[in-house]
């Protein structure tokens, strides 16, 4: 490449590096007057530019460049005649002015010289988000706290199989005990027996859902995970209430306050003077231990939760004699987590004023497919609304206790219970 050509194609690059400089001072609204002065510089540098270039380049494209410059830095030069001068700006054309010098001069260093007046220069929003003043949006969605599920967490659970709608089992419905001392070689009057019955539970569906915009979904973050907290804490919010109390009429599942035994004074416990809440305990413990009383050749069994409701733990703790001194049952723990060595456990899901006390390893729950989450992005006219149907499914045939286990539960009224026991 020719000397001469060379210093044109650095020349070339020069200008188009201004041009950029340029732009970028402009967006960051320079000074007006610095910018003007680097413009005719540039200017110039183009026209010697363009008479180099003049049959060898076409110049339209710098020439459009200068051109757009030229009318910001008309639109920057009113902006900023509008705003008006600067502190700075200010103190230094008084500084300069003759009526500051002569001011000066009369006062010949003594007493006070002159003075300088600042007006506060205009704010203007369109320095900041182009004219817009935006708030700091905090991370996350502020919500309260779903409730624990205690109850379901205390079941056993059990698995359906592929191909099965339901389970089954048998428990014994009736027994006759016909053992008898008899004289050697005689024979016994009657012998034993025992009847069983098939039982079933079918397989039920809980199922939730929601719809969400698909741009929503894409434009912010927490949506997706605000969803999945919605679906995924409804469907064991609902689980809870069912294995709880569920009815077992049509879709319910059957919980376990349906199977559990309604408390009753057991004939081996004493009545006692001004009962409380503990003395009720204590009282359908026993039941429990007892088991089936009609059946006096089989045993009770061992209780390991009482579920009761946080206020009535919490009173309990807070118990008072006459005199207004705390008591606390002796059957309490010092924490107030167990009674007895059976554990306390508490739940909203419990009305205020009722208890229920278990043996939960003898209930058992039967899940056929664990709980599932599904976007589904064809569904009505969701498509053409740009909607996400978002569903949560879980299949569970409910809560397993059978005739000769219910004895192992027992639920009541703290104030059916206190009457029920008082001397």
């Not at 950029?20 to 530019?49: C, M, R, Y």
């Not at 339901?166 to 419905?173: A, G, L």
Request: aromatic letters at 6%; charged letters at 25%; hydrophobic letters at 35%.
């Amino acid at each position: 490449m020719p000397k001469e050509d060379l210093t044109v194609e650095k020349m070339a690059e020069e200008v188009n590096k201004n041009i950029e400089s340029l732009k970028s001072s402009i967006s960051e609204k320079a000074d007006l007057s610095t910018l003007e002065d680097k413009f005719t510089e540039l200017g110039t540098k183009f026209d010697t530019l363009a008479e180099e270039y003049a049959g060898k380049e076409d110049m339209t494209k710098q020439q459009g460049q200068l051109d757009e410059i030229s009318t910001q830095l008309k639109q920057l030069a009113e902006f900023q005649s509008g705003k008006g001068k600067s502190m700075s700006a200010q103190v230094i054309e008084q500084l300069k002015s003759d009526e500051f010098k002569a001011s000066m001069k009369a006062a010949r260093g003594i007493g006070q010289g002159a003075s300088i007046q600042v007006k506060a220069a205009d704010i203007d929003t369109d320095d900041i988000n182009s004219g817009t003043i935006e708030t700091q949006t905090d991370v996350g969605v502020a919500s309260a706290p779903w409730r624990p599920s205690p109850i379901w967490d205390r079941l056993n659970k059990g698995i359906v199989g592929q191909g099965r709608d339901s389970i089954s089992w048998w428990e014994e419905t009736n027994r006759t005990d016909s053992a008898e001392m008899v004289t050697e070689n005689a024979a016994p009057s009657a012998g034993s027996a025992k009847t069983w019955t098939k039982q079933s539970m079918d397989i039920k569906m809980i199922k939730d859902y929601t719809k969400v915009s698909k741009s929503a979904l894409e434009d912010f973050e927490y949506i997706n995970s605000e969803i999945q907290d919605l679906i995924q804490n409804g469907i064991p919010r609902l689980r809870e209430a069912q294995v709880l109390s569920g009815s077992d009429a049509t879709v319910y599942l059957k919980g376990i306050d349906e199977y559990a035994k309604t408390f009753a004074k057991p004939a081996n416990f004493d009545a006692v003077t001004n009962p409380n809440n503990g003395d009720v305990l204590a009282a359908a413990l026993l039941q429990v231990m007892n088991g089936n009383t009609s059946d006096t050749a089989k045993k009770g069994y061992n209780p390991n939760t009482i579920l009761i409701n946080p206020g009535d733990n919490v009173n309990m703790k807070l118990l008072k004699e006459t005199t207004y001194a705390y008591l606390r049952h002796p059957l309490l723990s010092q924490d107030g987590k167990m009674f007895d060595g059976v554990e306390i456990i508490t739940t909203l899901d419990l009305t205020a004023g009722t208890f229920i006390i278990g043996d939960f390893s003898r209930a058992k729950a039967y899940i056929k497919r664990a709980m599932n989450i599904a976007f589904h992005y064809e569904n009505e006219d969701d498509v053409l609304n740009d909607l996400v149907l978002v569903l949560a499914s879980q299949r569970i045939a409910g809560v397993k206790v059978t005739a000769p286990e219910a004895y192992a539960f027992v639920t009541g009224t703290f104030t059916a219970g206190k009457a029920a026991i008082v001397a």
